[in-house]
């Protein structure tokens, strides 16, 4: 079974909306990634997030973790079309570089 | 700096026939994954690499699925024989050794068992 469940399965906004999605997992954790794939593409890395940290920004890009619920949050601001895409949430639970995919968002931006 | 290679693109073969996918990690990674993505569904890990060492194979179906690394670089995703289920796409992806660090992907092979 996967670890992380990413919450919404879909979510279709308006351009220059603000789209948030929430991962939540079932055990502790050394670290939390998130990764878009375009149709058809392979993995991007977005954002590594570590558990002793609460939130990290990377541009359009806000990362929150809190570990006592056992939950992430990705917030893309001032979307754009090119951000139609799918979003995964990996968890590592070990040192041993191994992550668990959840079966990800998928986010519809509307021009 | 070049990207994960993966080859072919794109396979298509009948049920019980054998069919085998490539990857090249980027140069330096230590770590190599084999991941299977079912439409819809997020990437399964089927077996990771350390240098030519397995690190975890638990989800690889072993009585058809076989991978290896020999020499510590590219890698072999083996199948024999294919069944139905195992349409999807095949991810190879690559990492510096250790936990903590990102996974770089390839592009993927979509496998269509008919």
């Known amino acids: 079974s996967q670890q992380g469940e990413e919450d919404p399965q879909a979510l279709s906004i308006q351009e220059g909306e603000n789209a948030t999605m929430n991962c939540s997992y079932k055990t502790s954790i050394n670290n939390l990634q998130w990764y878009r794939q375009n149709s058809g593409r392979g993995l991007v890395h977005l954002i590594l997030i570590r558990s002793n940290e609460r939130e990290k920004h990377s541009g359009r890009l806000r990362v929150t973790l809190d570990t006592s619920k056992k939950s992430s949050s990705l917030l893309i601001t001032a979307s754009r079309a090119a951000d139609t895409a799918s979003y995964f949430c990996a968890t590592e639970r070990s040192n041993a570089g191994k992550s668990t995919f959840g079966d990800g968002t998928t986010l519809t931006v509307k021009p | 700096e070049a990207g994960v290679a993966q080859s072919p693109r794109y396979k298509i073969i009948e049920k019980r026939q054998s069919v085998a996918f490539w990857c090249n990690p980027i140069?330096?990674?230590?770590?190599l994954y084999w991941y299977q993505q079912i439409l819809g569904q997020g990437p399964k890990l089927l077996i990771q690499?350390?240098?030519?060492?397995?690190?975890?194979d638990s989800q690889l179906p072993k009585d058809r699925f076989s991978a290896e690394r020999l020499k510590g670089v590219d890698s072999t995703l083996k199948i024999q024989p294919a069944k139905l289920e195992d349409s999807a796409v095949y991810l190879c992806?690559?990492?510096?050794?250790?936990?903590?660090?990102?996974?770089?992907f390839g592009p993927g092979t979509r496998l269509t068992v008919t």
């Open positions: 992806a690559s990492s510096p050794p250790g936990g903590g660090y990102e996974q770089y």
């Open positions: 140069s330096g990674h230590a770590t």
């Open positions: 690499f350390q240098n030519n060492g397995v690190v975890d």
